[in-house]
């Protein structure tokens, strides 16, 4: 658990009555901020409070807000039905939330006549770590290393190490609970599977399917995502044949068919990574959805290196020239093992198209717009992302090719330099 951090900030009234007299724009305040506040006496004060709050929780973010990351305008105050301040989060400050393993603000706020402050108390963010997990990291900490390295190069010191320590060992108990889910799963009865699921913003993938062109679905390793995939399937048979998920091929051969087999039983299609690009397209063009899981390190051939929670990272390009080829829109989704034990899964709105007249940075920049637009998913429930004991940020597939090759061939060119020098 992150410790709790608190920040306190003033701000003058007669600032605020300075700014209204002129009549300036006041682009820190957003117009139900504006429209909150009121008008005639007091609206400075109430002003003045909010700013107050704003400020506060900046300086809960001092490496943000000194290069600019983040301003007043990012946090928007407003009143609860009892009249209590409340941070309202969009996608930027959830985020923000996220990346320092915080659960929320809380703010207090007082003003008079002349000066109005505010209290910002950060609330942090728990993880629950089940006697499995600890159990699992101690004893059986398989791939312990990489998990504990990856969590630093995504928190990159925004958290403390003993928490980082605690996300570890929550994804390790939630490892052991996807393979206790998937077991079970077949001996669910079909009230109880369709209990089990939850779908969320399902009106933004229906958005995009009305363009006419299919979907192509943008997610990752979330969750239980194969429990949670098929539940869904079932429970929504309006779907079923609807949706095709492109995935490569696992060993062992048994491990796969297991996989697919279940996939297939719920009604969902499997494409193979390879070999598959033409029933692909033609699942789109018959306006169907595809799902790319996208969070694996791709080779040289397949790749496209952009950048991943700030680091620079191989991903598979294979979306990018599909939705510039198809032009149909990508969806980012996610899911997730709620609180209840229920599963969620959960849509976002298409991903806007970013246009170039290149073709190789078209899709490099749509990359990038699609890993951006994962990042904050993983960090939402970090210990239920499934890929933190594989290595993404491995660098280029001839980064240590390319030099090993030259040392062998300039170790080489010296031998044979000194064998014809000794004879």
């Known amino acids: 658990m992150t410790a709790e951090r608190t920040a306190i900030a003033s701000v003058e009234t007669a600032h605020i009555d300075a700014l209204l007299a002129r009549a300036e724009v006041l682009p820190m305040f957003t117009p139900e901020e504006l429209e909150d506040a009121g008008n005639g006496a007091g609206r400075a004060a109430r002003l003045a409070a909010r700013l107050a709050a704003k400020q506060a929780c900046l300086k809960l973010f001092p490496r943000e807000a000194a290069i600019n990351a983040i301003g007043p305008g990012d946090f928007t105050v407003r009143r609860d039905g009892y009249g209590a301040p409340q941070l309202v989060c969009d996608a930027k400050v959830r985020r923000l939330l996220d990346h320092y393993r915080l659960e929320g603000i809380a703010l207090s706020l007082t003003h008079d006549g002349t000066a109005a402050s505010a209290v910002a108390i950060a609330e942090p963010a728990r993880v629950h770590v089940p006697l499995v997990g600890k159990i699992m990291y101690y004893l059986l900490p398989f791939r312990r290393g990489v998990v504990l390295e990856n969590l630093r190069r995504v928190f990159r010191g925004r958290i403390p190490e003993r928490e980082i320590v605690r996300l570890a060992q929550a994804h390790y108990a939630h490892y052991v609970r996807v393979v206790f889910e998937y077991f079970q799963y077949p001996r669910l009865s079909a009230v109880q599977r369709a209990a089990l699921v939850r779908v969320e913003n399902e009106a933004a993938i229906l958005r995009a399917a009305e363009r006419g062109r299919g979907v192509l679905v943008l997610t990752a390793h979330f969750g239980n995502w194969e429990v949670t995939t098929a539940a869904a399937a079932e429970s929504h048979p309006h779907y079923r044949d609807k949706f095709h998920i492109v995935r490569r091929y696992l060993w062992p051969q048994w491990f796969y068919n297991l996989l697919a087999n279940r996939l297939r039983r719920a009604g969902i299609g499997i494409l193979e990574k390879k070999g598959s690009l033409d029933a692909l397209l033609a699942r789109l ?15 040289a051939r397949d790749g496209v290196e952009v950048e991943f929670f700030g680091e620079r990272a191989w991903v598979f390009r294979s979306l990018a020239i599909i939705a510039r080829a198809s032009g149909a829109p990508v969806v980012p989704a996610s899911c997730w093992r709620d609180t209840d034990g229920r599963h969620v899964m959960r849509f976002e709105e298409a991903l806007p198209v970013i246009e170039c007249a ?6 490099r920049a749509n990359t990038r717009a699609y890993t951006a637009a994962l990042e904050p998913l993983m960090l939402h429930h970090p210990e239920q992302w499934g890929m933190w004991m594989h290595q993404l940020w ?6 240590v090719a390319k030099p090993l090759k030259r040392r062998i061939a300039e170790r080489w060119l010296k031998a044979r330099a000194s064998f014809r020098g000794s004879a």
């Open 285 to 299: 063009a018959a306006g169907e959805v595809v799902v790319f899981v996208l969070d694996q390190h791709a080779g």
């Open 358 to 363: 290149d073709p190789d940075e078209w899709v």
């Open 394 to 399: 491995k660098g280029a597939p001839w980064a």
